[in-house]
């Protein structure tokens, strides 16, 4: 297993990607939603650092290998969505959020050498609405059209 670094960009800068996985069971959306217990507590999407030379779409493949063990998935749609904040000194940037379906009966695993998240839920979009801890990641899943998920 990789030991993950965060990479530093100009001034503080670390570059991320988001991948909000889905499932359609019994034509119901469902969502995997990770427990983040590193740095901070609360409910999100996963979430990967794109590494020197990478392009978001490398990143969010290997975050989903490297996070979840998800295996299998498909790469829907990138839907542009960004977003921003600092910690410290640290200015942090989702430059890409992916749409990614893969199959719920998939094994996931959580294990890694720095663990990031202790749990993880399917959930429908109105319970990831609710768990979701941050207000500007519920707003992307809130404005999401059905019709991209089929």
Known sequence: MRKKKTPRLRS????????IIYDIKNDRLCFLILH????????????????KGETPLKA?????REEAQIKK???????????????GENIYEIVSTFLIKAEMRQKISLKQEIIEHDKYQWVDKKTALKKITWPETREILKRINRSLFI
């Open 12 to 19: 503080g800068q670390v570059k991320k990607v988001r991948a």
């Open 36 to 51: 983040r217990t590193l740095r901070w507590k609360g409910w999100e999407f996963l979430k990967e650092t794109i590494e």
């Open 60 to 64: 969010v493949k290997r975050g989903i």
């Open 73 to 87: 998935f498909e790469i829907i749609k990138d839907l542009k969505k960004k977003e921003k904040w600092q910690v």
